[in-house]
């Protein structure tokens, strides 16, 4: 038996005639004690039937007695319906029975009511009245008031009950809401101490406790508090207020609302971990910083380039007209000096050309180990180059950006150590130090030192800036720029400081964790080119690897289905076919998949490959691939 029949069932066997209509006034369920009570058709006791049908039917029969106008009389009963509100009531019918009539509204819409023959009861009463001689008119009178009375606050009694059900399965269906939203949503009293609280501060700021009911908000969230104190006074004078901020004990980056509570004292408060948002805004407007000032250069430097061309070949002609001995020294110094130009614009040109942040799985200490090989050799004697790398496994860095602005930073250090007289054939008498680690699940935090004698003041405030050097003639201030240009490129943020022995730049590059791909197994293959999809094996089963082959993405889908066990999927994104390798991100999201491309720079598809997965550029060998898989042996140490 079907629920439905067994909850009929349940309602046929109660005494008491009952019917709900919904919000439309039609009939949802009644049972058949309605039916006898009020000698109804079945068509009226079906569910759908209106209820201005039943009213005309019990009218026109004369249960309500002589009604004059029927058409009015039913009209009043039905916008009495549509406004519906708790009621109880007690009516005398045509065939003499007394029923007491009793009314709920639903939460979701439409009402219950409960008919109750009361005619035994009002005859007991009268009975009552007639017979006593003992009692009182205003004893018997005041009985059948408080009887009536009784039956009314049973009534009442019964609604605050069900409204209480609903309120309570409200308030449920509210925190779980709060709870599964990924932001905590709190509010604080007058004095600042926690009347709610969703248990999602810890989530948002680790670090934080989670349960906060009786706390005070200064308690909660420790050091961050100061920062967010005016704010929250704005609120308690009734000024909603949002902002952003840095949380010191996390590193996240926060983003709060505080609106004031319009009905008594106290705030609510909504914040949110917005660091991956505001790191990927800092990457975008670094590049639409560097696209400006690429197309602001572009056609200075093209004159430019032409006047020092005119001033080179000027010159030069001028030194082989040997115009005499004080001639030859301003004739060497104005070549060296259009040769500096030269060099000048070569480095603008790196810093506002086109350059992008393309993250691939690399381990740091390969990273370090390369550019030890890369900068040891230009360090003077007595200056040594320490490494540390305190990192968890691969992660996604653009390996080029990354060592290219730790290069500069290690021959700035030099240049620095050389100037304080630290070089020297007796010893190690200047030292230069990287330290990778991993800061709070956030960031990757890159330090590189030295014991020279440290930024001045200016250079603490102005080193980042562009042109600004404390080298003379010998430096074109663009080192650190190119630096800071490349931390922001990423998302992340550099920072000068001094230490007890020399000057520290510190980089803050978002944290990516690169996936873990195994190193045994079955690789999907998937490229349009016959030979280059063979080169590519043959790379791939050298590595260890079985390789099964597709041409294109619906090929590729086919072979996916049918073969549960592949380990990889490695796609070039020009298939055969409308379809690309991005949409096989798609339609194999189960599945590990990199793409490899052709595409030049500035290409819209490559530029959404990239956002998704790491792109390796062709032309590639074996050891590039291996490296684009993290398999090197440094990689997998």
């Not at 009226?44 to 058409?71: C, K, M, N």
């Not at 509570?261 to 590049?287: F, H, K, M, N």
């Not at 500069?408 to 330290?435: H, W, Y």
């Not at 001094?498 to 190193?519: E, I, Q």
Request: aromatic residues 4%; glycine residues 8%.
């Amino acid at each position: 038996m079907s629920n439905t029949a067994l909850i009929q069932a349940g309602l046929n066997l109660i005494g008491q005639a009952l019917t709900i209509y919904d919000s439309d006034l039609r009939l949802a369920a009644c049972n058949a004690r309605f039916a006898e009570m009020f000698d109804l058709p079945e068509a009226l006791t079906t569910p759908g039937s209106a209820f201005e049908d039943t009213i005309r039917h019990l009218v026109t029969r004369g249960e309500y007695g002589q009604v004059d106008d029927i058409e009015a009389f039913i009209r009043a009963r039905v916008e009495t319906a549509l406004a519906f509100e708790p009621h109880y009531m007690e009516r005398t019918r045509s065939n003499g029975r007394v029923i007491s009539v009793e009314g709920a509204p639903l939460a979701q819409g439409g009402w219950v009511t409960v008919y109750t023959d009361i005619t035994g009861i009002k005859a007991q009463e009268s009975l009552l009245r007639t017979r006593s001689e003992l009692l009182s008119e205003q004893v018997l009178k005041r009985s059948e008031e408080l009887a009536s009375t009784n039956r009314q606050l049973a009534a009442t009694v019964a609604a605050l009950e069900e409204a209480q059900r609903e309120l309570r399965e409200i308030e449920a269906r509210t925190r779980t809401t709060t709870e599964m939203m990924p932001a905590h949503i709190a509010r604080v009293d007058a004095e600042g101490r926690y009347t709610f609280s969703n248990r999602k501060l810890g989530a948002v700021m680790p670090g934080r406790p989670s349960r906060l009911l009786g706390r005070h908000i200064a308690e909660a969230l420790g050091p961050a508090y100061e920062r967010v104190r005016p704010y929250l006074e704005r609120a308690m004078a009734g000024e909603q207020s949002t902002f952003e901020f840095t949380d010191d004990v996390s590193s996240r980056r926060i983003r709060a609302v505080f609106t004031p509570d319009p009905l008594e004292p106290g705030v609510y408060i909504l914040s949110q971990d917005v660091t991956l948002e505001t790191q990927t805004r800092a990457a975008l407007q670094q590049t639409r910083r560097r696209e400006m000032a690429a197309q602001l250069t572009s056609g200075l430097a093209h004159d430019f380039s032409n006047l020092l061309t005119i001033i080179l070949g000027m010159q030069s002609k001028l030194a082989k007209l040997k115009p005499g001995p004080e001639a030859e020294p301003l004739i060497t110094a104005t070549l060296q000096a259009a040769r500096r130009g030269g060099t000048l614009l070569g480095r603008i040109a790196d810093i506002t050309g086109q350059r992008h942040w393309r993250p691939e799985p690399v381990r740091l200490s390969a990273l370090l180990s390369d550019l030890r090989t890369l900068a040891v050799p230009s360090l003077p004697v007595g200056i040594t180059l320490e490494t540390q790398d305190l990192t968890n496994g691969p992660l996604l860095l653009d390996t080029g950006l990354t060592q290219d602005s730790l290069l500069n930073l290690i021959l700035n250090a030099r240049d620095a150590c050389v100037s304080k007289g630290q070089s020297g054939a007796d010893g190690p008498a200047g030292r230069i130090t990287i330290m990778a680690r991993e800061l709070r699940e956030t960031w990757l935090e890159i330090t590189v030192c030295d014991t020279g004698p440290g930024f001045s003041r200016e250079g603490l405030a102005r080193g980042l800036d562009p042109f600004f050097t404390t080298k003379g003639g010998e430096g074109s201030g663009l080192g650190l720029a190119m630096v800071y240009d490349m931390t922001k490129l990423a998302g992340g943020e550099a920072r000068l400081s001094n230490t007890d022995s020399g000057a520290c730049v510190t980089l803050r590059l978002p944290l990516r964790r690169a996936d873990t791909l195994p190193r045994t197994g079955l690789v999907l293959l998937v490229e349009d080119s016959d030979d280059l999809r063979a080169t590519v094996r043959e790379m791939l089963t050298g590595m260890g690897y079985s390789v099964v082959e597709a041409s294109s993405v619906a090929e590729a889908c086919l072979l996916a289905d049918g073969l549960p066990d592949i380990a990889l999927v490695l796609s070039d994104i020009s298939l055969e076919g409308v379809e690309t390798g991005v949409d096989l991100l798609d339609r194999l999201p189960d599945l590990p998949v990199r793409l490899m491309t052709s595409l030049p720079e500035g290409d819209a598809l490559l530029a959404e490959a990239r956002a998704r997965v790491p792109v390796l550029t062709k032309p590639f060998d074996a050891d590039g691939l291996e490296a684009f898989l993290g398999l090197t042996t440094e990689a997998a140490a």
